[in-house]
Each structure stands twice: as C-alpha cells, then as structure tokens.
C-alpha cells in the first residue's frame, strides 16, 4: 500500500525556517519524483515545487512564490522527500501535502500545517 | 503561466442527478510528448485531494465509474452521472504540462 506522510509543521516567526519531511512507503521511491504543494487556509491548491528522479538529476523546479526561499531535496536511502522552508513569511501559512508522480500526483499525504505567525 | 478557469464555481446538485463541471485552460495542454496532463481531483470537507481523473479521461485506482472525464486541447469536463452524498466537497481541475503546475480556482459540490 503507497503511503506518504508529512511532518515537521508548527508554529514559527516570520523570518524563520522549517524543514517538512514527507516518509514514504509501498512504491520505488528511487523511482519516483515528488511534487509539494500547499493550501493556505479557506483556499485553493497551489503547488509549490517538483524534484525528478536521480536519473534527472535529481533536479527541482519551484513556484516563483517561493524560489529563492524554499528547497526541495530527496534522500532515497530512506525514501524521503524534504522541503526546506527558509525566510518564511506570514503568507505561507498553510497545510502544506506532498504528492506522488510527476504528472497526475495520484497519492498525497495527510499533510502537515505550518503556521506563521508573530 | 497557465491559467485554469472552472465553472461554476458552485453546484448545488440533487441526489441521483448528473453534475457536471467545466475547466478550460488559457493555453493548449498537449505536452511535446503528445499527452495532455490534466487530471481532476475531490477534496471532501477536512481531507487532502484525491486523485479522480488523469491525462483527461483515465479513472485513478478505486475511482467510481460515474466518473469521468472529457475534453481536448483547452476545454475540459469531469462529469458525475449520478450524484451520491459522499460526493460533496471541492473539485479542481490541474495541468501538469508546463510547470508552473496550475489549478482551478475549485468547484464546490453540494447537495440540494
């Protein structure tokens, strides 16, 4: 059974940073790329960013909100995707979901809510 | 970027009846690989999405078959044939053929 679970959410200040995990089981992670999105509270999707396999690369592709500040990386040792939040601003308040597949993202997890909040 | 538009944004439905909601994307979705990635997903009250639909019109894994989805190039339709309870919630559209990956702006489905 494909599982993906999201953690490492909380409460922070604006300026500070936080790193989301997603731990995955049931598929080939090495295998697979991962999309990260996110929905702010009352609100629509968003997708935030991608990571390819290590044939690709392993290379990333981010929404503009968020390139410069939030980073994407994979261990497939341990069949994990990270999000590595940094900069945070009050406007990345959301329950933030990590999804399976490049392109149809048929599995999400539970996902994980960051709060940013002075 | 791709802009996804859905209508409506609201559909009040009676139980047993058909429902059916529309996207249409500001640009062709077809993908130099000659497939178009757009999928449609539920999110029921208090749930992460759910994948309902790929590439058009695949049916994901456990979908029921009164599901379905249609369209072409930039006009799209998910079609319930007949709506249960446990089909309330939002539903989006979602291109994947040029990332910036996009959504609709949702549909919310209720029941009258």
């Known amino acids: 059974e494909v599982q993906l679970v999201e953690s490492g959410g909380g409460l922070v200040q604006p300026g500070q940073s936080l790193r989301l995990s997603c731990t995955t089981s049931g598929f080939i992670f090495g295998d697979s790329a991962m999309n990260w999105f996110r929905q702010a509270p009352g609100k629509g999707l968003e997708w935030v960013g991608f990571i390819r396999t290590k044939t690709y690369g392993a290379t990333t592709e981010s929404a503009a909100s968020v390139k410069g500040r939030f980073t994407i990386s994979r261990d497939d040792s341990k069949s994990i995707a990270y999000l590595q939040m940094n900069s945070l601003r009050t406007e990345d308040t959301a329950m933030y979901y990590c999804a399976l597949g490049a392109y149809s993202s048929g599995y999400w997890g539970q996902g994980t809510l960051v709060t940013v909040s002075s | 970027d791709i802009v996804m538009t859905q209508t409506p944004l609201s559909s009040p439905v009676t139980l047993g009846q058909p429902a059916s909601i529309s996207c249409r994307s500001s640009q062709s979705l077809v993908h130099s690989d000659g497939n178009t990635y757009l999928s449609w997903l539920q999110q029921r009250p208090g749930q992460p999405p759910r994948l309902l639909i790929y590439?058009?019109?695949n049916r994901f894994s456990g979908v029921p078959d009164r599901f379905s989805g249609s369209g072409a190039g930039t006009d799209f339709t998910l079609k319930i044939s007949r709506v249960e309870a446990e089909d309330v919630g939002v539903y989006y559209c979602?291109?994947?053929?040029?990332?910036?990956?996009?959504f609709g702006q949702g549909t919310r489905l209720d029941i009258k």
């Open positions: 979602m291109q994947a053929t040029q990332f910036l990956i996009t």
């Open positions: 590439k058009v019109s």
